[in-house]
């Protein structure tokens, strides 16, 4: 079994980071191919990154906009760069969302290829989009198989799962991801969507943010 990265047990924690774990969610296990358009892969990932800093409590979403809380460092660089944009600009949460899922497919993969657990696969031909491949099945599988576990067995959820089965619904990967939940126990996935009312007031809001951002991308055919 791969080592987890962060020194977690992998069988219970996924990659221990929200936005990593729906990078794999959106990703074929195998051929690394997208399982959403890239604009909403990116919108969905942008969100993942404020959600890690939110659940951290270093941000606040509220009324459309972003409040930094606490701008001490963070452990890895992505999210401190990410903390450092919003500490220096103020912008609607939409306009961060847009402008963070421009590069949040690229930092996001950057992030777990130095984590070891995707590699950087090099086309044959220069017309062909290079992939981000996972050093293994069982890395690629794994916040899908928790998930899916989880609801099944009817385990309480965490802030993080919830956030999380928030983000997949906002932007449809809930489709693919939970066909297996949706298939054997459908009840699991109406009681977890009634839990997401649970949530405090910010990542509703983020929850419904990216809604709202998806939903605007898919109106304009922005994809």
Known sequence: ???????????TS????LADDFFLMAHEESSGKLLLAERIAGLGLAAALLGELALAECIELREGAVAVLDSSARDDDLS?????FLKQEQHPTRTWLAFFG???RTEVGRRLADDRLLVRETRKRPWQESRWLPVSTAVAVRP???LCTQLIRGHGLERRDLVL???????GLDQPVLWEVRQSSPDALRRA?????SLDASLTELLIQT???VGSAIATHRF
């Not at 996924?14 to 980071?17: E, F, I």
């Not at 089965?165 to 932007?171: C, Q, S, W």
């Not at 969507?193 to 009312?197: F, K, N, P, S, T």
């Open 102 to 104: 421009q590069s949040a």
């Open 165 to 171: 089965l928030g983000l997949l619904r906002a932007t």
């Open 1 to 11: 079994m791969t080592a987890h990265p962060h020194g977690q047990d992998p069988r």
């Open 193 to 197: 969507g009634a839990l997401l009312g």
């Open 80 to 84: 401190g760069r990410v903390l450092e």
């Open 144 to 146: 899908t198989a928790l």
């Open 211 to 213: 809604e709202a951002a």
């Open 14 to 17: 996924g990659t221990g980071r």
